[in-house]
């Protein structure tokens, strides 16, 4: 299924369980905490690639790692985390 939204995402905030992992590269959720924090950093503003059953946001990000290698993730943004910035309508993944 699919919706069609009018937003981008600004993400501006790093979540609490992130917060945790962002220095400890032994955390299992270390690459997820560098990956949001460069999110953050860059200022760009996403497009929301999914709404979950639980209405919570993914977005996909896709990029070249540090061995020139593409990378194509997706990552599910956290309430509170991020503002709602209006744009065009485009459609998005929605999980019924």
Aim: charged share 25%.
């Amino acid at each position: 299924m699919s919706k069609t939204i009018d937003y981008l995402l600004h993400i501006h905030t790093l979540p609490d369980d992130l917060k945790n992992a962002l220095n400890n590269p032994e955390d299992f959720l270390w690459g997820t905490a560098q990956l949001y924090s460069k999110l953050i950093e860059t200022r760009y503003l996403w497009k929301v690639w999914q709404i979950d059953e639980f209405g919570e946001l993914w977005i996909e990000v896709n990029f070249i790692d540090s061995d020139s290698s593409p990378k194509f993730e997706t990552l599910k943004i956290g309430p509170g985390t991020y503002s709602k910035v209006e744009s065009e309508p485009y459609l998005v993944l929605v999980e019924p």
